[in-house]
C-alpha cells in the first residue's frame, strides 16, 4: 500500500512540476525573444535620433557660418563694385575655419560671383542649386539636404570633386564622368543693402560623398568605435538612393563599403514606408539590427538615407545567454521541486503507513500499539484518535476478559456443586421417605407421651425432604419448557402471590411496578415465577424496617432483549459478599428461613434461557437486581 500510495503521489507531483516546468520553459523563451529584439530595436532607433543630431548639428554650423559671412560690410560692400579680391581671402578664411568644402557668393539674380574653393570658375548661374533659389525667393536664410550633379561639384575644384567621386560597379553611370551624383549639406543666406535691397547671397556646403568623418563620428558617439568578436559593433551609413555614399561598413578587404548598394528588398520596404524602419538586414557580411530613416530634400522628395545598426550577434548572445541562465534556474527549480515533492509524499505516506500496521496488530489482538503523532494536522488528529480507540479496545477487552473468567468460574463452581448436591440428595431422599413413612404411621398410633416429640420429627423430616426436593431441582436443572408467554403478566403473578408475605411483616413497604409494554417471549412460565417471587422475598427480607420495591420491565433499544430489574431499599450487600450470593447454600438469613439456593436457582434458570441475571448494591442504601432475557 504505502509503495503504490507514494509511487501515485509523487507521479502526480511531478506531473505538475513538470507541466508548470515545460509552460514557463515555452513563456520564458517567447518572452526573452521579443524582449532582447525589443531591446535592439529601441537601441538601434534610439541610436539614429543620435545620428540625425550629428547631421543637423553640422548643417546648423553651415548656416551659421553662411549666415554670418552675408551679414558681413565686406561681403556687402565687395558686391556692387565686382572687386572680389578683397573678399576672396577673407571667404576662403572663413570657409576652413568653419570645416565646410564650398563658400561662394552670387549676386541677386543668381550669377556665381566668386569661389572661395576654385576662384578661376565664376560668372554661370547658381541658381540651379535649390538651396540657392529658394534662400532668394524667400529673401531669407535656407538650409537642406540637396544632392547635385557631379557636374556641379567639379566647378568647386578639381581637389572636392576627386575627392568625393563614387564610381558604382555595374553599368548604370550617371553621369560622364562615370560618377554619382553628389549629396550636400546645403546653407544659403542672402545679402541685404542698408537700405534693405537684396544684393546677392552667400551659399556654403559640406559634400557628404565620402564624408568618413562624420559617420565615425556618429558611430563613435553611439559605440565608441567597439568591437565584439573582431567585428564592429556598431556601422552608420548615409545612402543617396540605394548607394551607400558615407559608412563604417567594411568590405571583406578592409576596405570601406563605399559604392555598394542596400539591397533591393530593404530599399524598397523604407521607402515604401516613407519613415522609420527597424530590422535585420546584412551588412556586407554580417547580420546586423539595423534602422533607416529617409533624407528628405528641400521639396520634401526622398533622396537617400541615414541608417544605424548594431552587429546582431550580440543581441543573439545576449538571448542566448539569458535563455541559458533561465532554463538552468527552470531545471534546478523543477529538480528541487521534485526533491520537495518526494519528502512531502513520505511525510503523508509514513504516518498512514504506520497507522495500517498499527491496525495490523490491533487486528491480531496486539493493543499495546501506540503510534506518536508527527503532526498537530488531519493526519496527527487520526493518529491522537486511533491511539484513543486503541486504549479504549484494550479497556474494553479487558473488562471483557474479566466478565466471561468470572462467569466461567461461577458457571463451573455451580455445576460441581449441583452434582454433588444432586448425589446426597438422591442418596438421602430414599431414606428420608422412609423415615417420614414410619414416623408418620407412628405419630397416628402414638399416646399423648410421645405425641408431641413425634410431632417435631415428622416436621422437620418433611423440612428435610422439602430442602431435598430443593437441592434435586437445582440439580436437575431441567430444561425449561418454553411456551409464548407475556413477562409482564408473569410479574403481576409473582407480586400477587407474594401479597401475604407483604401482609404478614408489620413494616411499610411502598411497592411501585413500570411495566412497559413487551412483544410475547418463549419462557418457561412456572420457572420465571420461581425466580422473581424469590427475588420479591430476598428485597423484602432485606427491608425489616420497611421501604420501597420497585419492579420494571422494558425493551432495550437493540429490540430484542427485556430487562426486569427488581429493587429495593434495603440493607444492601457487603462488597464481599456479592461474589458469593449465587453459589448455594449461601445464606445471611437465620437458620431455618433461608436456605441460600434461591438465588442459585435462579440464575441456572436465567441461564437455561440465555439470559443474564446481575447484581448491584450498596451497603445501607438498597440492591438492585437486573435480569435480561432475549425476546423469542
Ligand atoms: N435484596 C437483597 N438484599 C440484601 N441481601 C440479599 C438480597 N437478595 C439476596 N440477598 C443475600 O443473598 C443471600 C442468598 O440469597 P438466596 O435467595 O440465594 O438465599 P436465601 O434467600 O437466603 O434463602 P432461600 O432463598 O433459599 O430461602 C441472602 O441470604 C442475602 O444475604
Ligand atoms: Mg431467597
Redesign the pocket.
Given at each position: 500500500m504505502k509503495t503504490t500510495l507514494k509511487r501515485q503521489l509523487l507521479v502526480r507531483f511531478v506531473a505538475v512540476i513538470l507541466t508548470t516546468g515545460v509552460v514557463s520553459c515555452v513563456i520564458g523563451t517567447v518572452l526573452i525573444n521579443k524582449w532582447t529584439m525589443g531591446q535592439a530595436e529601441d537601441r538601434v532607433g534610439n541610436s539614429l535620433n543620435a545620428a540625425r543630431e550629428v547631421i543637423n548639428h553640422r548643417l546648423e554650423n553651415i548656416e551659421s557660418t553662411v549666415r554670418f559671412a552675408s551679414s558681413t560690410a565686406l561681403v556687402r560692400d565687395a558686391l556692387p563694385d565686382k572687386d572680389r579680391s578683397r573678399v576672396r581671402g577673407y571667404l576662403e578664411d572663413l570657409r576652413k575655419k568653419g570645416g565646410l568644402d564650398t563658400l561662394d557668393l552670387a549676386d541677386e539674380k543668381g550669377t556665381v560671383l566668386l569661389r572661395s574653393s576654385n576662384p578661376g570658375v565664376a560668372g554661370d548661374i547658381a541658381l540651379n542649386d535649390e538651396t540657392v533659389q529658394k534662400a532668394l525667393s524667400s529673401r531669407a536664410t535656407a538650409s537642406s539636404i540637396e544632392v547635385v550633379p557631379y557636374g556641379l561639384i567639379r566647378k568647386e575644384g578639381e581637389t572636392l570633386a576627386s575627392q568625393c567621386a563614387i564610381h558604382r560597379d555595374g553599368p548604370a553611370k550617371e553621369e560622364q564622368s562615370g560618377a554619382t551624383p553628389v549629396m550636400v549639406l546645403m546653407s544659403a543666406s542672402p545679402v541685404f543693402q542698408k537700405n534693405g535691397i537684396m544684393i546677392g547671397v552667400v551659399y556654403g556646403g559640406e559634400v557628404l560623398n565620402r564624408n568618413n568623418e562624420i559617420v565615425d563620428r556618429i558611430r563613435d558617439i553611439l559605440y565608441r568605435n567597439e568591437k565584439y568578436r573582431g567585428k564592429d559593433l556598431g556601422v552608420a551609413t548615409i545612402f543617396l538612393n540605394n548607394v551607400r555614399i558615407a559608412t563604417n561598413s567594411r568590405n571583406e578587404d578592409g576596405t570601406r563599403a563605399i559604392g555598394t548598394t542596400l539591397s533591393k528588398e530593404v530599399f524598397e520596404k523604407v521607402l515604401r514606408r516613407g519613415g522609420r524602419w527597424v530590422g535585420k538586414a546584412q551588412v556586407v557580411h554580417d547580420w546586423y539590427i539595423m534602422s533607416y530613416e529617409p533624407i528628405r530634400n528641400v521639396h520634401n522628395d526622398i533622396v537617400g538615407f541615414l541608417s544605424v545598426g548594431m552587429l546582431e550577434r550580440m543581441f543573439a548572445d545576449m538571448r542566448k545567454e539569458t535563455l541559458t541562465i533561465f532554463f538552468g534556474i527552470t531545471l534546478l527549480g523543477v529538480v528541487l521541486s521534485i526533491f520537495i515533492a518526494s519528502l512531502l509524499s513520505d511525510t503523508i505516506v509514513k504516518p498512514i503507513d504506520s497507522l495500517v500496521q498499527a491496525s495490523h496488530r490491533i487486528s491480531q489482538g496486539d493493543f499495546s500499539v501506540i503510534v506518536t503523532p508527527r503532526s498537530k494536522n488531519e493526519i496527527g488528529e487520526l493518529e491522537a484518535t486511533f491511539n484513543l480507540m486503541a486504549s479504549s479496545l484494550e479497556a474494553r477487552n479487558l473488562e471483557i476478559k474479566r466478565l466471561t473468567e468470572r462467569h466461567m468460574a461461577r458457571s463451573e463452581k455451580l455445576a460441581s456443586i449441583g452434582r454433588l448436591a444432586a448425589g446426597i440428595a438422591h442418596e438421602i431422599n430414599n431414606p428420608l421417605t422412609s423415615v417420614l413413612t414410619f414416623s408418620s404411621l407412628l405419630l397416628r398410633k402414638a399416646d399423648e407421651s410421645q405425641r408431641e416429640k413425634l410431632d417435631i420429627i415428622v416436621k422437620e423430616t418433611t423440612r428435610c425432604g422439602e430442602i431435598v426436593r430443593?437441592l434435586l431441582n437445582f440439580a436437575r436443572q431441567s430444561e425449561p419448557k418454553k411456551e409464548a408467554c407475556n413477562i409482564n403478566k408473569i410479574i403481576v403473578s409473582a407480586l400477587s402471590l407474594t401479597k401475604n408475605q407483604l401482609k404478614v411483616s408489620d413494616s411499610r413497604i411502598n411497592t411501585a411496578v413500570e411495566l412497559q409494554e413487551l412483544p410475547p417471549s418463549m419462557a418457561d412460565r412456572d420457572q420465571l415465577l420461581e425466580v422473581f417471587i424469590?427475588?420479591v422475598?430476598?428485597?423484602l427480607?432485606?427491608m425489616p424496617q420497611g421501604g420501597d420495591l420497585t419492579t420494571k420491565t422494558r425493551l432495550l433499544e437493540d429490540g430484542k432483549t427485556i430487562e426486569i430489574t427488581?429493587s429495593?431499599t434495603?440493607?444492601?450487600?457487603p462488597e464481599e459478599?456479592l461474589e458469593k450470593?449465587?453459589e448455594?447454600f449461601?445464606?445471611?438469613?437465620e437458620a431455618g428461613?433461608?436456605?441460600?439456593?434461591?438465588?442459585?436457582?435462579?440464575y441456572g434458570i436465567i441461564e437455561a434461557h440465555k439470559g443474564s441475571i446481575d447484581?448491584k448494591?450498596e451497603v445501607g442504601k438498597?440492591?438492585t437486581?437486573i435480569i435480561t432475557l432475549p425476546v423469542e
Open positions: 430443593e424469590n427475588m422475598i430476598n428485597a427480607d432485606a427488581v429495593d434495603g440493607q444492601g450487600i459478599d450470593i449465587f448455594p449461601f445464606t445471611t438469613k428461613k433461608g436456605t441460600g439456593l434461591g438465588l442459585a436457582v435462579s447484581v448494591s438498597g440492591t437486581f
